[in-house]
């Protein structure tokens, strides 16, 4: 397969990595070969690509681990793995609930890389008032994330859901590109991204600074908190 | 399959000092605010730039540019603003992702202040921070947004694979837009409210050869019609006063900007739809500070008039300084 990174962003990212990354990172991606309910018209012809860029960010520095699961039913569950394919950042301060759901393109390429970073380090760009709010939630937390590749107000919801995750066990948070996952886009009336579900039963569309998006997720778990 | 993965330079740039001075700080990186943010890191200026969102402004959700001269078979938007913050990174301009909150005076200087109460102290600010899309002037608006409404096609489109879409506008982005959206609808009928388009020739050219594409003119939309999610469109015939629904999943909107001055207002001088007020200098009513591309009194909203501001503005700047010092 050719290269999906172009040299010259190799370069940049590898500048970044040297400078930024401090302790281990692990990528879980989860495959399922096709014939799987899992592999669709929407999803299969992404697969590969996925886990070559998976492998292609992974080889840039000796600090990331890219860890591979196929048609890995056990590993799959003990993760709570959803769709296909899923890639979980694993470190300091995430445990399998930092999860991109389809492929990391266009716009959320830079979710993926900032993540790896922010994991690295243990910590997240959160403000102190943030951070405090989310470590305080003290009921499981699940926050999907709509996105499309092509769409630039995205990843900010992206990072904003990760980061919460990153900063609380009980919080899990994923992104699902739309374009891959049509029936649960469906489910969920996604028209427009980003769209945000939180708990089945907060949603909203469109990227909220860090405090109000925070607002929507302690809405969510309100009555079950007190 | 149209995917693509380039490695944003935001994250690798110098780290900022915290209270430092600042010659000049920008809010917003789209065209305008990334060109004075490039023009003042080659004059050695020390320049942050703040971007609420990501960089990139309006233009970032446009498909292909084909007026921005230089790149002769057009270019995304997404990858002209890319290579715009790698320039401006290059020389030295800082840009992070906050929001401001407040602008203030300080003596001779002005702090800008941003969520969590981050503090800039500044000599000069140049404001950047562009417009949104204006709502669909439907009483609708508000239940439909997102469920079938969208201002962004670039964003939303694939949703409406195989059905019916309606674009309200007449401009270089609503048939931008329309174009757009025959790659994923079944028929997309443009609703606007004269008889003719106000888009450049070529774009017309395009639209009107393309089959998917309707057209109902002199019309403007009255209400949204749905359940739940968008089954339709009133659109009102502004001569005949006749009514009638088309039947559409989806509703894209490009009829006009709002400008993003909130920032400033009571702090510079705004026109009447609330644009910032600037002189041929690109100063507005308050010396030291600026203001650039979509959000200013500007005839043109392109990426090269935007482009052209942050120029002007940054050497209007760098002589504000020069004499602030003297």
Redesign the interface.
């Known amino acids: 397969m050719e290269k999906l990174l172009k040299e010259q962003d190799v370069q940049y990212i590898k500048e970044l990595f040297d400078r930024d990354l401090v302790d281990p990172v692990e990528l879980v991606l989860f495959l399922e070969s096709e014939g799987s309910d899992k592999v669709t018209a929407a999803n299969s012809q992404y697969l590969q690509h996925t886990e070559e860029i998976a492998k292609e960010v992974s080889e840039i520095s000796d600090k990331i681990k890219l860890t591979v699961y196929k048609d890995d039913k056990e590993k799959e569950k003990e993760y709570g793995v959803k769709e296909i394919s899923a890639l979980f950042i694993q470190g300091k301060n995430s445990d399998r609930n930092v999860v991109f759901y389809g492929i990391p393109s266009g716009h959320e390429f830079s979710s993926l890389l900032e993540d790896i970073v922010n994991v690295s380090q243990g910590t997240t760009r959160l403000s102190p008032a943030s951070k405090e709010a989310a470590r305080n939630i003290k009921v499981p937390v699940e926050i999907l994330v709509f996105i499309t590749p092509t769409c630039p107000h995205c990843p900010g919801a992206v990072k904003t859901a990760h980061q919460l995750a990153m900063e609380n066990k009980l919080i899990k948070a994923a992104m699902i590109e739309a374009n891959e996952f049509p029936e649960l886009s469906k489910k969920y009336n996604v028209y427009s991204v980003p769209k945000v579900v939180i708990n089945e039963k907060v949603q909203f569309e469109g990227a909220l600074p860090e405090d109000m998006f925070l607002n929507k997720v302690l809405s969510a778990v309100g009555e079950s908190q007190e | 399959?149209?995917?693509?993965?380039?490695?944003?330079?935001?994250?690798?740039q110098a780290a900022v000092i915290p209270d430092a001075l600042w010659d000049m700080t920008i809010l917003g990186a789209g065209p305008g605010g990334l060109t004075a943010g490039i023009y003042a890191g080659r004059s050695g200026l020390n320049v942050i730039i703040l971007e609420?969102?990501?960089p990139?402004g309006q233009i970032?959700?446009s498909e292909q540019i084909d007026n921005y001269p230089g790149f002769p078979d057009g270019i995304s938007g997404?990858e002209l603003v890319e290579r715009m913050e790698k320039q401006a990174v290059r020389f030295g301009t800082r840009i992070v992702?906050e929001?401001v909150m407040r602008i203030s005076k300080e003596g001779k200087l002005f702090v800008v202040t941003t969520?969590?109460n981050k503090k800039y102290r500044t000599k000069t600010i140049i404001i950047s921070t562009g417009a949104d899309p204006v709502k669909l002037p439907v009483p609708e608006e508000e239940k439909f947004?997102?469920?079938?409404?969208?201002y962004?096609a670039?964003?939303?489109a694939?949703?409406?694979r195989g059905k019916d879409v309606a674009i309200v506008g007449g401009g270089d982005t609503a048939i931008t837009d329309a174009l757009h959206l025959t790659r994923f609808a079944n028929k997309v009928t443009i609703v606007h409210r004269r008889r003719e388009l106000r888009a450049v020739k070529a774009l017309q050219e395009e639209v009107f050869a393309n089959p998917k594409i309707m057209f109902q003119w002199d019309s403007i939309p009255s209400h949204v019609i749905g359940d739940?999610?968008?089954e339709g469109l009133e659109i009102e015939n502004v001569k005949t006063r006749e009514k009638k629904v088309l039947k559409v999943n989806?509703i894209f909107a490009a009829i006009g900007t709002v400008p993003n001055s909130k920032i400033v207002r009571g702090i510079v001088e705004l026109d009447e739809r609330g644009f910032i007020k600037t002189n041929h200098n690109r100063e507005t009513s308050v010396p030291g500070i600026f203001a650039v591309g979509d959000v200013r009194d500007t005839p043109l909203r392109q990426v090269i008039t935007a482009a052209g501001d942050g120029a002007i503005a940054e050497f209007s700047a760098e002589n504000y300084i020069k004499l602030m010092e003297r």
Do not use: Q, W, Y
Request: glycine share 12%; with cysteine.
């Open positions: 399959m149209d995917e693509f993965f380039t490695a944003p330079v935001v994250e690798k609420k969102l990501s990139g970032a959700v997404t992702m929001e969520t969590g947004r997102g469920k079938g409404i969208s962004c670039t964003c939303d694939a949703f409406f739940e999610m968008v989806g």
